[in-house]
C-alpha cells in the first residue's frame, strides 16, 4: 500500500497545526520528544518572531505554544543555516521568559521554557541527530551536582499533603538536525523525524496521534487555493535556498581567488629579497616579481635591518 504524500511539516505549522482542531499533532510529536504521553496544549502564544503570513517567502518558521503544565514550548524550523544560531536561540527563549513574566508576580512564577529547534542543517560537529541542553550547577571539587527542592502540593487530597520535587526552571534546548537522520527508527520520536526528511509516515509507526498526523497533513485534503499557496511556499523555499547555496559558492570561489593571490605576492617578496641579498638592480627585481618601486624599497629597507 503507498503511504500519502504529506505537505512540509513547516508549512503545517504555518498555518494547519495553529488551529486547535489539529493540536493533536503536535501534542503527538512532543509527547514523543519530551517522553511524556501527558502533554496537552492549551492554546496558541503570539510570537513576535514568526511572520503571520501563509505566503511570505521566509525559511524560518517558529510557533510558541502553553502545555496543560503551564511551560512555553518555543517550536523552531530553520531550512537554512543562520550566523550565530546559537545566540539567537538564548535571545528567543529570554525574550519570552520576560514578556510572559507579569509585574505584578514575584519570581517564583518564572516561565519555563521548552526551546525545540528543527534544523534542515547541519550545526556544528558531531554524529547524533538529537541533541538535549540545560542549565546545571556542578560542584567544582566534588563533580555532583546541585541539587535544588521545592514543595508542590498534592492535587486531589482529603488535607493539604505535599511532597519535595526537584526545582527545574532553566530553558531546555533540543536540537534536531534532519539531515544527520539516517531514517532508521530505534524510538517513538524518529517515527516524527522520519515525517520532517521524507514528508511521509514510515511504515509500523505507533506514535501517539502519529496517525492523526497522516490524516491531516495528507496533501490530498489540500483545497485548490491551499495547493496553489503551498507550491508558491516551495517555490519560494527552493528560490531562497539558490540564492544562498550561490551567494556560498561565490564566497568560497573569491576566497580562492584571493588566496591565490596572496599565494603569489609572497612568492613574489621571497624573490625580490633573494634578487636583493645578491645585490641585483631594482629594475631587474621589478621585471621579475612584478612588485612596484615602493614595495621593493620597503623590502631594501628590511633587508638592512
Known amino acids: 500500500m503507498p503511504h500519502k504524500k504529506l505537505i512540509r511539516f513547516d508549512w ?52 510558541l505554544v502553553l502545555d496543560s ?24 527563549t529570554s525574550k519570552i521568559i520576560v514578556e510572559h513574566q507579569k509585574l505584578s508576580k514575584d519570581f517564583s512564577d518564572v516561565s519555563k521554557v521548552i526551546s525545540i529547534s528543527i534544523l534542515y542543517f547541519n550545526l556544528g560537529l558531531g554524529e547524533d541527530y538529537i541533541y538535549y541542553g540545560t542549565t546545571k550547577f556542578t560542584g567544582v571539587n566534588t563533580g555532583e551536582p546541585l ?49 520532517f526528511k521524507n514528508n511521509e509516515v514510515a511504515e ?11 490524516q491531516i497533513l495528507s496533501e490530498i485534503n489540500m483545497s485548490e487555493a491551499e495547493r496553489k499557496r503551498y507550491e508558491k511556499y516551495l517555490v519560494n523555499l527552493l528560490r531562497d535556498a539558490d540564492v544562498l547555496k550561490t551567494a ?26 633573494e634578487m636583493i641579498a645578491d645585490d641585483e638592480p631594482s629594475e631587474k627585481i621589478k621585471k621579475y616579481t612584478q612588485l612596484s618601486d615602493q614595495e621593493i624599497e620597503e623590502l631594501r629597507k628590511q633587508a638592512k635591518k
Open 248 to 273: 556560498r559558492t561565490e564566497g568560497k570561489n573569491e576566497g580562492k581567488n584571493e588566496g591565490k593571490k596572496e599565494g603569489k605576492k609572497e612568492r613574489s617578496i621571497e624573490i625580490a629579497l
Open 12 to 63: 503545517a505549522m504555518k498555518s494547519l497545526l495553529r488551529d486547535k482542531a489539529n493540536f493533536e499533532v503536535l501534542e503527538g510529536f512532543l509527547c514523543a520528544l519530551l517522553e511524556d504521553d501527558n502533554v496537552k496544549i492549551l492554546n496558541i502564544l503570539e510570537s513576535e518572531t514568526n511572520p503571520k503570513d501563509e505566503d511570505d517567502k521566509f525559511i524560518r518558521v517558529d510557533l
Open 69 to 92: 503544565q503551564n511551560r512555553k514550548i518555543y517550536i523552531e524550523i530553520q531550512n537554512t543555516r543562520e550566523t550565530d544560531y546559537l545566540e539567537s536561540l538564548l535571545y528567543a
Open 147 to 195: 541539587i535544588i527542592r521545592k514543595r508542590e502540593e498534592i492535587p486531589n487530597s482529603l488535607e493539604p499533603k505535599y511532597k519535595m520535587v526537584d526545582k527545574q526552571i532553566f530553558p531546555e534546548y533540543y536540537l534536531i538536525t534532519v539531515e544527520r537522520y539516517k531514517n532508521i527508527i530505534k524510538k517513538r520520536i524518529d517515527e516524527w523525524i522520519y515525517i
Open 204 to 214: 509500523g509507526s505507533v506514535s501517539k496521534n502519529i496517525d492523526k498526523a497522516e
